[in-house]
């Protein structure tokens, strides 16, 4: 078995081609990580992989992990774009720039805002669930764990407190499911621009560094960076 870690942003994600990972597994390689993608099948070009939260529960999407993969599999390929595929979802990964890559990430649903336990919320689905508060991002380590295990949602969900800076950019702070909270994270990004904005190029701020998103008709494109740890 062999692996590595890769990190975006100090979102660290150790990439292993273990076929034999159980939920106990994952509990002890994942220490001090932000999880573990596992590499199912992995030609010059395509990739098929599963995403493990640290406590040894599956995401059904990760924007961070998949661009790592991508990048995991252009580095051992030497292809130029690559395409991920994690549950039905098939994400196109390529190379923009210096440890840099676009995602195509794909569809990405808005609800209509709601109330829950009197904090305003809206949800978002990228693959997996989101929800996304308007406020003070230093609040995410009270609203994390009240909204993530919430019976409104059964199945648990990622939060993201977001403070709205102008047109295009905001600061947010993320509470990841199965996780805690995350210095930086693709799928938030995607999340929070899409809550706060219709259309259009959106600069997200996490404590980690800068992600960016281009929604477009509904979907969203999604511009990181994914390098070996310690590179």
């Known amino acids: 078995m062999t692996s590595s870690r890769w990190h975006a942003h100090g979102n660290v994600y150790l990439v292993s081609e273990d076929d ?31 995403i493990w939260n640290t406590d040894g529960s ?21 292809a ?8 039905p979802r098939t994400v196109t990964v390529r190379a923009v720039g210096d440890a840099s890559y676009e995602s195509e990430i794909g569809a990405v649903k808005v609800g209509e805002p709601e109330t829950v336990d009197d904090v305003e919320l809206t949800t978002v689905d990228v693959g997996n669930p989101h929800a996304v508060v308007v406020g003070d991002p230093d609040d995410v380590t009270r609203l994390g764990p009240l909204l993530e295990t919430h019976p409104r949602f059964p199945n648990r969900t990622n939060v993201q407190v977001a403070r709205i800076d102008g047109p295009g950019e905001v600061t947010a702070r993320v ?29 997200v701020h996490f404590p980690g560094g800068d992600l960016r998103v281009r929604l477009q008709d509904g979907a969203a494109w999604l511009t990181g960076p994914a390098e070996p740890v310690g590179a």
């Not at 909270?181 to 600069?203: K, N, R």
């Open 80 to 87: 130029a774009d690559v395409r991920v595929v994690v549950g």
């Open 175 to 203: 509470w990841e499911r199965g996780v805690g909270e995350t210095t930086a994270s693709g799928s938030s990004a995607v999340a929070v621009a899409a809550a706060t904005h219709a259309e259009g190029d959106v600069l």
């Open 20 to 50: 034999a990972l159980t939920p106990e597994r994952v509990r002890e390689q994942a220490q001090g990580t932000d999880g573990i993608v596992q590499v199912l099948r992995a030609d010059d070009d395509v990739l098929e992989i599963v």
């Open 58 to 78: 599956t995401a059904e999407m990760s924007g961070n992990g998949t661009r790592i993969a991508g990048a995991w599999l252009m580095e051992r390929s030497g």
